[in-house]
């Protein structure tokens, strides 16, 4: 019986990870988060970088 | 490769900052990219930023969280997790040797010929305390009596927001110098600190201190892009200690959570023992690994 070279194996871990976390960035996409971060990321955070 | 490398560097550089226009609007760049989320540490008050700093987009998020559902907003960092995990999935902290300006900035730095000094391996944990508590629990638990919790890391230590938005904006902006205080010269000291420290050590604060390379190392073990061992080809001449900016010691940890993939060691190693992999696959034109079963097999035979 010959086995498979393990090095030859193609790891799934990878791609049910990033899976995963494409679909947590498509629920944030259908909650709206992305037009808040919009809104956060085009303003000055003073506090943010020391100032105010 | 390295030489690869750098250029790769520079052009996420000149994407993740490519608002040029900023010395005549003397603001920042306010358009749709900012949607997309910067791999690297990069500030998104940066007056030439065109994407959102995942650290500081979470922390926001995080800080407003009982505000936004007390509108009846969901926004608990979905999107902005969502993108980091993708991120750290796909490469992890491959991002801070291939794509982080504040990485790009420290080895610079450290080319300045001097004597060098390494780094006590326990300090390498400070990162993920600061992940845990600067970035996560004190933004969400912090918080003041209308509810708002603040951007902890962002506020209190990050140095590459002191360097490409506090400093830049202080020079565009003559009307922000009447608010330095005391929080911006803490802040100050900090950049200083670990500017200084990036000439004699390399990378001080991506070993020691930043939040989003001890995110995306959560993911070292895995990640789709990764540094592979071939024990048997090894001979434990240690050249690949000697050479890794993060300290690593490849031949011992293959799965090194500061791996930052930067294949220095790859291109030390006399006996092609390291290789890069995708999703398991040797990458073509690679050193294949031995394979130990078979040889083994031959001379028990």
Redesign the interface.
């Given at each position: 019986m010959t086995?498979r070279?393990p090095?030859?194996?193609?790891?799934k871990?990878?791609?049910v990870?990033?899976f995963?976390?494409?679909?947590?960035?498509?629920?944030?996409?259908s909650?709206?988060?992305?037009s808040?971060?919009?809104e956060?990321?085009?303003q000055?955070?003073?506090?943010?970088?020391?100032?105010? | 490769m390295e030489f690869v490398r750098k250029w790769v560097q520079a052009l996420f550089f000149l994407l993740t900052n490519g608002y040029w226009n900023f010395p005549v609007t003397k603001g920042i760049y306010q358009g749709p990219l900012k949607v997309i989320c910067s791999p690297g540490l990069n500030c998104y008050s940066c007056p030439a930023a065109t994407s959102y700093c995942p650290l500081g987009a979470l922390q926001q998020l995080l800080g407003g969280i009982r505000l936004a559902l007390e509108n009846g907003q969901f926004f608990v960092g979905f999107y902005v997790i969502g993108a980091m995990g993708a991120i750290g999935s796909f490469v992890g902290r491959m991002i801070c040797g291939w794509a982080c300006p504040f990485g790009l900035f420290q080895e610079l730095l450290n080319k300045i010929p001097s004597v060098t000094f390494s780094i006590w391996r326990p300090l390498r944990f400070i990162k993920y305390g600061l992940l845990l508590f600067m970035v996560v629990l004190l933004p969400l638990f912090a918080v003041d009596e209308f509810g708002l919790g603040s951007t902890w890391f962002c506020k209190y230590i990050c140095p590459a927001g002191t360097l490409e938005a506090g400093l830049p904006l202080l020079i565009l902006q003559s009307s922000l110098r009447s608010a330095i205080g005391l929080l911006f010269y803490n802040k100050l000291f900090i950049l200083i600190a670990f500017t200084v420290w990036s000439v004699f050590t390399s990378r001080p604060f991506c070993r020691t201190a930043c939040p989003l390379g001890a995110f995306y190392g959560l993911f070292s073990k895995i990640k789709l892009v990764k540094l592979r061992l071939a024990p048997e080809k090894c001979n434990n001449c240690q050249a690949c200690h000697s050479v890794c900016p993060m300290g690593v010691h490849f031949n011992e940890s293959p799965d090194d959570m500061d791996c930052i993939t930067c294949l220095a060691c790859s291109k030390a190693c006399k006996t092609n023992a390291i290789s890069l992999e995708i999703g398991g696959m040797p990458l073509p034109g690679q050193a294949q690994p031995c394979r130990p079963a078979k040889t083994a097999r031959v001379h028990h035979q």
């Open positions: 086995k070279s090095e030859k194996k193609i790891r871990a990878p791609f990870a990033i995963i976390f494409l679909v947590f960035g498509a629920i944030g996409i909650l709206g988060e992305p808040r971060v919009l956060q990321a085009t000055i955070c003073l506090s943010c970088i020391g100032i105010g | -």
